[in-house]
């Protein structure tokens, strides 16, 4: 199983602070998906990219692709309450003539008040 | 109206039970997966469904058979529980249009305990 490595696993900051999470891998993948779990709740998708280089903005949020697509980050700008959950990245993989997706071993991020 | 709905939401068990997970998703999507979840967050496949074949079976002890009815439901049969089975179990369905950006819907998570 090819592993996706994600950092930091843990980041407790203050709002209005800005952060990064990366998602590093050696392996090459079709695409990359970011996914923010709450407690209680399944991963819901935030974004997926596909071309190396991509970059996809969702509001205070910038995703970015690596030029290999081997690798990807997330970056919050002022960050909220509400961003706090953990953050998953997946990337897809063509297997037996369909796409599996395997996820990163997540950050857990908490936006203080 | 829950796209991806499992029940039930929460089970405890005892070592040596055999107990079962449902899920239905009223989607329409023809691929339907199970995800394990540890107590580290870490999420891994174990099994994903394609109109009702299976398609990826990772290495998962004999004791977890997926069945799948139809192509809304999957569930999850696991025999003989033990306490590393203890866990939150996701259900997740996506439609397969040959594309590697196809979105999954999750469900809300079965948390198993088994003491």
């Known amino acids: 199983t090819q592993l996706l490595e994600q950092s930091p696993q843990f980041l407790s900051i203050q709002e209005g602070e800005n952060l990064t999470v990366y998602c590093n891998s050696s392996?090459?993948?079709?695409?990359l998906q970011w996914y923010r779990q709450e407690p209680g709740e399944g991963p819901v998708l935030l974004v997926t990219?596909?071309?190396?280089?991509e970059v996809k903005k969702l509001k205070r949020l910038t995703f970015q692709f690596g030029d290999a697509r081997k690798d990807s980050s997330l970056h919050i700008t002022a960050a909220q309450p509400g961003d706090t959950g953990l953050y998953l990245c997946?990337?897809?993989?063509?297997?037996?003539?369909?796409?599996?997706?395997?996820f990163g071993t997540g950050t857990r991020l908490k936006v203080l008040a | 109206d829950t796209a991806v709905s499992q029940t039930p939401k929460y089970l405890v068990t005892q070592m040596g039970n055999d107990k079962s997970i449902k899920c239905e998703q009223n989607?329409?999507?023809?691929?339907m997966y199970w995800y394990k979840q540890d107590s580290k967050k870490f999420l891994k496949i174990m099994f994903s469904y394609n109109n009702k074949e299976l398609i990826i079976n990772e290495t998962v002890p004999n004791r977890f058979s997926p069945k799948s009815p139809d192509k809304a439901h999957l569930n999850l049969h696991i025999n003989s529980l033990e306490l590393g089975d203890s866990a939150v179990y996701f259900c997740?369905?996506?439609?397969?249009?040959?594309?590697?950006?196809?979105?999954?819907?999750f469900g809300q998570g079965t948390r198993l305990t088994v003491v």
């Open positions: 997740a369905s996506s439609q397969d249009d040959g594309r590697s950006n196809t979105e999954a819907f």
């Open positions: 990219v596909v071309t190396g280089g």
């Open positions: 989607l329409g999507h023809d691929t």
């Open positions: 392996s090459v993948f079709s695409s």
């Open positions: 997946a990337g897809a993989r063509w297997f037996s003539g369909t796409y599996k997706y395997i």
